[in-house]
């Protein structure tokens, strides 16, 4: 299984950009999807979870401007991020988990800079 993450740039601050996941090489589901982030020096972060049958939850940093969604594809999920602060700034991962195993995907560097 591989998770696969793009969408990641430089935006300024206010601005919005537009995270995708997708998991390939597995015909099943996957039980839930995560969006993490991290910054040199600092344990990765939960920002976002959805599950297999659509349940979410966004840490309360970024409650109000994050919302994370299935897309129509099998195993594929966006996080839609609002709002942008500089403190957003990070590098964003996808996790999905299948039954009892986690995958990651590759990160994506989000700046969010003027």
């Known amino acids: 299984v591989q998770l696969q993450a793009f969408g990641g740039g430089l935006v300024q601050p206010g601005g919005s950009l537009r995270l995708s996941c997708a998991a390939s090489g597995t015909i099943y589901d996957m039980n839930l999807m995560n969006w993490y982030r991290q910054t040199p020096g600092n344990q990765r972060e939960l920002v976002a979870t959805?599950?297999?049958?659509?349940?979410?939850n966004i840490v309360d940093s970024v409650k109000g401007r994050f919302t994370i969604s299935r897309g129509n594809a099998k195993n594929t999920v966006y996080l839609q991020m609002n709002s942008l602060k500089p403190e957003d700034t990070a590098v964003y991962y996808c996790?999905?988990?299948?039954?009892?195993?986690?995958?990651w995907g590759q990160g994506t560097l989000v700046t969010v800079s003027s």
């Open positions: 959805i599950t297999f049958g659509g349940t979410t």
């Open positions: 996790y999905g988990r299948l039954r009892s195993t986690g995958y």
